[in-house]
């Protein structure tokens, strides 16, 4: 049975709601507060596992994570390869999401700048898998899950964020690299476009040596650029609650999507239907759909058309 593999990060949030973003210097009051478990890489495991995949997770959390562990499990992931540094206190978010459902993150990397290259697996993957990281954890971690992976015969995708320069050497060997606007244009060392018509002429002008780019936009889409062309994918209109995890449940349906063996444009669709759907509720993994959900939605999203 093909899988998806995850290597990435671990923490607890802390989500302040605030009616607007404090500036730099300001102080606001919060009008709400909750605690819930994230990390880019628990939060993309559960995204692809609630959508039916079999998810495994590479991580490492501190000693303070049994209830996190229980609720990854019942969420469907595989913990088996999570390591514990039972001194270390697991990984930390700092949320603020205002009335629009906007967000602003800042981290504690705890536990997961431990997780090393010997805590990968030697076996990653299988022919058929896929392997999925991103950028929370120490990117000698990542660029080796990468190149291992890939040459165990995996689909690999690539999610750069928090954005990292990866050598050209980690590059070559991913599959699909999703990163969202402004990470793009950290990678590229340029100013961030206006228009998606501009975004596709900097994808042209400014070509990465990775097989093929899912540039998130948001609540305006995807962009989906590959060697058939660049294609805009545009987001069914949603009223937004909280837009924390979005991205995630994005890269997550992705990955079940494309280990079901659906070619890279059909899976964007379905990723960008999964994360519109998860904006409608309250929390990271919470929030994100399963199958079902996302089957009707895309349904009732053809009849609206």
Known sequence: MTSVTVVGSVNRDVVLQVRALPRPGETV???????????????????????????????????????????????????????????????????????????TIVLDGGANREL?????????????????????????????AVIRAAAQGATVILNPAPAHAFDDDVLKRVDVLVPNLGELCALLGVPVPATSGEVAKLLADH???????????????????????TAYIPAPRVTAVDTVGAGDTFCGALADS????????????????????????????????????????????????
């Open 116 to 144: 090393t290259v010997a805590d990968l697996p030697e076996v990653l993957a299988a022919p058929g898998d896929v392997l999925m990281a991103q950028g929370e954890i120490p990117p000698e971690v990542t660029g080796a």
């Open 207 to 229: 070509p990465l040596p990775v097989s093929a780019l899912v540039v998130t936009l948001g609540a305006d889409g995807a962009i989906v650029h590959d060697q058939e062309g």
């Open 258 to 305: 494309l280990v079901r063996g659906l070619p890279l444009r059909a899976a964007a669709e379905r990723a960008v239907l999964a994360a519109a759907l998860s904006v409608t509720g309250v929390g990271a993994q919470s929030a994100m759909p399963t199958a079902a959900e996302v089957d009707l939605f895309a349904q009732q999203q053809e009849k609206i058309r």
């Open 29 to 103: 009051h919060a009008v709400g507060s909750r605690e819930g478990i994230g990390g880019k890489g628990a939060n993309q495991a559960v995204a692809a596992a609630r959508l039916g995949s079999a998810v495994r997770l590479v991580a490492k959390v501190g000693g303070d994570a049994p209830d996190i562990l229980a609720s990854l499990a019942r969420n469907g992931v595989d913990t088996a390869l999570i390591a514990t540094a039972e001194r270390t206190r697991t990984g930390l978010a700092l949320i603020t999401v205002d009335a629009a459902g906007e967000n």
